[in-house]
């Protein structure tokens, strides 16, 4: 019960924040920017279409644990078409908008996968979230006009990373042995100072290619967040950001009416 205790705790406080955030580790224009963001998000008004709870949740959760805790490292477990990739924009927008960084990498099991996160991301695409989705706002406003997403899908796209905001790449192209050109890119101090790593369908991770790409890449990994959609294969030894910071099921998907009954 002392543990159930801890998380009702650790859950209060997090509510108490939710309404009045505060960023400690922030300078005051950071902080103001923060602020502002959490603040829109939560208020929606400037959203043409609302983000569902839940994602508004996950959003909140990442950026609490990080900038309360100093956690940046999370895992997050919701269901297949919650719309992960929005929270994933919505994530972009924070780290760009208030801890200046601009480089993003997304990295896919497999090839399906991939050209689907690509979709969202590409500002040709009809798909492109940040249509729907405002995250950018005052001097930042514009930013989102000119992101620039890159698909790597054979070693000649290693070149692309120099001018990407958003690296879209299976593991299997950052991992070829050592002689990954991509990741020799990403490994450049001049080409990359600092990264924030998305890993979407985590659970699918080949995790030792995985662990071995994170660990070369983690000087300049500012954070980190694992994405996944099954409840049943994680444990400690798969994902070291085990637990989950919030977790979405099919049931409530279903009750909520994001997902249809399966």
């Known amino acids: 019960s002392n543990q159930i205790n801890m998380i009702e705790e650790k859950e209060i406080k997090y509510r108490e924040w939710k309404e009045k955030p505060d960023f400690p580790n922030l300078n005051e ?20 279409k609302p983000l569902y709870k839940h994602q508004l949740e996950a959003v909140l959760k990442v950026i609490y644990r990080g900038e309360k805790e100093g956690k ?5 477990d919701i269901v297949t078409g919650g719309g992960k990739t929005v929270i994933m924009a919505c994530l972009v927008s924070y780290f760009w908008q208030v801890r200046k960084c601009e480089k993003f990498l997304i990295i896919t099991p497999n090839t399906i996968v991939r050209e689907r996160v690509k979709e969202d991301f590409e500002i040709k695409s009809p798909g492109y979230a940040y249509r729907d989705f405002p995250f950018f706002f005052n001097s930042h406003r514009k930013v989102s006009e000119r992101l620039v997403c890159k698909v790597l899908r054979d070693g000649t796209d290693a ?24 990741l020799e890119m990403l490994l450049s101090p001049k080409v ?8 979407d369908e985590a659970h699918n991770a080949a995790a030792d290619q995985y662990r071995e790409v994170l660990k070369l890449l983690r000087q300049k990994t500012i954070a980190r967040i694992d994405l996944t959609a099954t409840p049943y294969r994680l444990d400690r030894e798969d994902l070291d950001t085990f637990p989950p910071v919030y977790e979405y099921h099919v049931e409530q998907a279903i ?8």
């Open 192 to 199: 990359v100072e600092n990264l924030v790593i998305f890993n």
């Open 72 to 76: 940046w490292e999370s895992l997050l």
């Open 159 to 182: 070149v692309s990373i120099r001018d990407a905001n958003i690296i879209v790449a299976n593991i299997h192209q950052l991992y070829e042995g050592r002689q990954s050109q991509s």
């Open 255 to 262: 009750r909520d009416r994001v997902v249809k009954e399966i």
């Open 29 to 48: 224009r950071q902080g103001l920017i923060a602020k502002t963001f959490v603040e829109r998000l939560v208020g929606g008004e400037d959203f043409p």
